[in-house]
């Protein structure tokens, strides 16, 4: 015993030892080596067993291997550095948690591991046989996202992956559902790729969307009617918070408004494109290169089905819009200094120490204001700020 280890020294008393390659009995003793192995922890300890090992010489003179060393298949394999049981406990924790889990399980136990360690042993178990599937989810998968994808199948009772399919096709999966006679339900995705496979793979079977896409599909119909329904939203919340709009519309001259259509048509026919390209099979990295676009326009294209409304430009509210009567009725008196203005609403209000704003909000009603008198085309305007006004 040494600190947290305990060190166990072992060597076979068997006279003889088979060779591995003929099978005649070996009973010349050549030389001898030592074999270091981990094992399960003993009393919270780990455990390290010193194996020594015999290398015999095959009394068969035609046998290819002159040499052999003795071994214990029921202990450890060939080369190994850890026991049989040890590699059972390591991979049935990888297998119930993960990589990192596990590891952390078996160093409280006394056996320190690796993450990677756990991974690895847990890729050595046999993949387990596909059995019967009833009810079966279907979707695709990313060996590279945006390049590369295959398919997954689920089986929905036992909550486990069925099958991972190395294509996004629909001759593959096509070919292992027809392998499965007995399945009786589908669940997919939206795509026409998986519903093609399911029709022709799985005629028998019940074609359902998943519940991501359920939720997807509710979410965009409550979004479509309020959407309609948003200028009757509108002036409901007005109504029940007493607001009113604190300025008209103005009327759009007829060339912007033109602009505008055409802009939407744009959009309009991209969104129709997009979707068109979709239920062809393309996927979204596809279809953004074909159009021409990026592929977050093409994801947000993708999560609404229907065309995108017009855009409805409303002119929002400004600090500057309480005090319009008076700015008009002292612009009309020949005060046309911002500074001098914003002084004397300072001195009747609360809006201190937010010129720059309100030099901003008067930006539009000074230019409507030298809009609608022509008669003094060269008035200036001065932006001074009131200390400099007072020196």
Not at 213 to 218: D, E, T, V, Y
Not at 259 to 270: C, D, L, S, T, Y
Request: aromatic share 6%; with cysteine; hydrophobic share 35%.
């Amino acid at each position: 015993m040494h600190d947290q280890t305990i060190i166990v020294h072992l060597h076979a008393t068997a006279p003889t030892a088979a060779c591995p390659q003929c099978g005649t009995a070996g009973s010349r003793v050549h030389s001898r080596y030592q074999r270091t192995m981990a094992d399960v922890a003993f009393g919270g300890r780990n455990l390290v067993l010193k194996l020594l090992v015999r290398k015999w010489i095959c009394p068969q003179a035609s046998c290819s291997r002159h040499m052999f060393a003795e071994r214990f298949p029921e202990v450890v394999q060939r080369y190994a550095r850890m026991t049989d049981r040890l590699i059972k406990a390591l991979q049935a924790a990888g297998v119930i948690t993960n990589g990192a889990d596990a590891a952390q399980i078996a160093e409280s136990f006394g056996v320190p591991t690796t993450a990677k360690t756990i991974i690895r042993r847990v890729l050595q178990l046999p993949l387990p046989s596909e059995g019967s599937v009833r009810k079966v989810g279907i979707d695709e998968w990313a060996w590279k996202k945006g390049q590369r994808y295959g398919t997954i199948l689920v089986d929905l009772e036992k909550r486990r992956v069925v099958q991972l399919l190395a294509e996004r096709s629909v001759e593959t999966s096509k070919t292992w559902l027809r392998k499965h006679p007995e399945i009786d339900l589908v669940s997919r995705d939206r795509g026409k790729l998986f519903r093609e496979a399911a029709t022709n793979g799985a005629p028998q079977a019940k074609q359902v969307v998943d519940r991501f896409h359920l939720q997807k599909n509710f979410a965009e119909a409550l979004e479509k009617f309020f959407r309609k329904q948003e200028r009757a939203l509108k002036k409901a919340m007005q109504r029940s918070t007493g607001t009113t709009r604190s300025a008209e519309r103005t009327a759009v001259p007829e060339k912007v408004a033109q602009e505008r259509r055409a802009r939407h048509r744009q959009r309009v026919n991209m969104h129709k494109r997009i979707w068109k390209l979709y239920r062809q099979g393309y996927h979204k990295e596809q279809i953004a290169q074909l159009v021409g676009i990026s592929s977050r326009r093409v994801y947000r294209a993708l999560e609404q089905e229907t065309p995108p409304p017009p855009r409805r430009r409303s002119r929002s509210s400004s600090i500057v819009d309480p005090y319009l009567t008076y700015l008009a009725s002292r612009w009309n008196q020949g005060c046309h200094n911002v500074a001098r203005l914003y002084e004397e609403i300072v001195a009747a209000s609360d809006i201190r120490g937010r010129s720059g704003r309100f030099r901003c909000g008067c930006v539009p009603f000074v230019r409507k204001s030298h809009a609608l008198s022509p008669s003094r085309p060269s008035s200036g305007i001065s932006l001074l700020r009131p200390e400099a006004l007072r020196s």
